[in-house]
């Protein structure tokens, strides 16, 4: 009896009571280890403790370590290549209304939305789109306030709608906030994409006048489904242009 078949009944022994992923870890010890953890049988069991149905019709021509490493990883965090659109090339119209009198109206270029303002009350991990307000603006809370930003690209020549005319129906007190939000429309090339929200938030500092608010800034972000400069720019690029 040598030293290494004791080894190995050893490892026999231990394998059946892993689960996959440690399993599989097992394998990048070394080669001893790898061929005796590659037993099909000990990944047939992993398979069907994952998927019972597996063992009702055995799949055809893949390995049940093969089907293991492929399918039990998360599918989600896979990352996006580069997007094919820039912010250099986007141009953002941006109107706030309170009631039926224009109070701000600006065109913003997508390079300096990205730039935005420094601010540790709206700063966190999602991405955000922020600009700076000059001159700041007044606005009465108590009042209907709305927004509409429209979409410019300069490659293409198009235009698509973010906001249209939603209304800031909530206020954030404790962040010095109101928010508005729209769902965006994508193209026909996208038909399984729906119910993802623009967000539009009116930055504030509170006046010494009841309910009134005084408007230093404005910040876009796509929270629902974009949370870093390329899935943004992939978010926009399916947008609906005309």
Known sequence: MTRDWLHGEVLKAVFPLLDGKDLASCMLVCHHWRDIARDEYLWKCICAKRWPSICKRPPPAISYYKLFVTFSRSQFNQSLPPARLSFDDLEFYIDVWLEQTLV????????????GIKNPLVDGADYKMI????PRFALSLGQRIS????????????????????????VDANAFQALAYDYLRFSAGHPFISGVRAWVSLLFMANSYNNVVDVFGIKIDFCDAANSENEVLWLLDMLDWK
């Open 131 to 134: 600009m700076q307000v000059e």
């Open 104 to 115: 701000f109206s600006e065109a913003v270029s997508g390079a300096a939305l990205t730039t």
């Open 147 to 170: 927004v509409s930003v429209l979409l410019a690209r300069k490659d293409t020549n198009e235009m698509a709608c973010i906001i249209n005319q939603s209304v800031f129906e909530y």
